[in-house]
């Protein structure tokens, strides 16, 4: 079984977190049923961007990245303290031991930042969040990224970053074919109804 760790930051989005968990749930019960997803937080309740409340499965101080193959992270709001989490030194260091193993990060929106400030993006290709004047392209520019700006999608070795939530589910399906193969994703997307 490949499993996927949602590593989720208090102030996440739902809906971006949310992609992950359909797409690897879809394909444990309809594609080759090879893969797991397993939430993880620091907290042992997590309030979403919308006031939405999670309870993940694992804590992060009970995490074993060796018992994982992919790393997935959804973005959030700073107005939801999305970056007291995702900055912690916990969180960061998740994102180093996954990365140090080679294993798939695969991020939406702003969760490319803290990818950024663990410093595995340093010197890499990646993108972040595009609208507000770029703001956020900006910050994880100032973590020694090399931003892509209008790029929807960037891929550099193992990472997977995007540059807004309309990105959700294309990062998603691009993790699932990684995990498993393109035949497999082009399946579960049309039984999922996106493509005929």
Not at 8 to 26: C, K, M, Q, R
Not at 28 to 56: A, M
Not at 73 to 102: C, H, M, W
């Amino acid at each position: 079984m490949k499993k996927v760790c949602l590593l989720l930051a208090n102030g996440f989005e739902a809906v971006e977190a949310s992609v992950f968990t359909d797409v690897i749930g879809w394909n444990n019960l309809e594609g080759d049923g090879s893969t797991k997803l397993v939430t993880v937080g620091l907290r042992d309740t997590l309030k979403c961007t919308w006031n939405f409340t999670v309870t993940p499965e694992l804590n992060i101080k009970d995490l074993n990245v060796d018992d994982f193959e992919a790393l997935a992270i959804p973005g959030g709001f700073e107005e939801a303290n999305f970056y007291t989490d995702a900055y912690s030194e916990d969180f960061l260091r998740v994102i180093r031991e996954f990365d140090k193993q080679g294993k798939i990060i695969a991020s939406i929106c702003v969760g490319s930042l803290p990818i950024g400030k663990s410093g595995v993006l340093k010197g890499r290709d990646g993108t972040s969040y595009s609208l507000n004047d770029g703001k956020r392209q900006k910050e994880l520019a100032s973590f020694g990224v090399n931003v892509i700006p209008h790029k929807e999608i960037v891929i550099d070795r193992n990472i997977i970053t995007s540059y807004n939530p309309s990105t959700a589910f294309n990062v998603a399906f691009t993790l699932l074919e990684l995990l498993t193969s393109k035949e497999n994703t082009n399946k579960v997307k049309r039984l999922m109804g996106f493509i005929k």
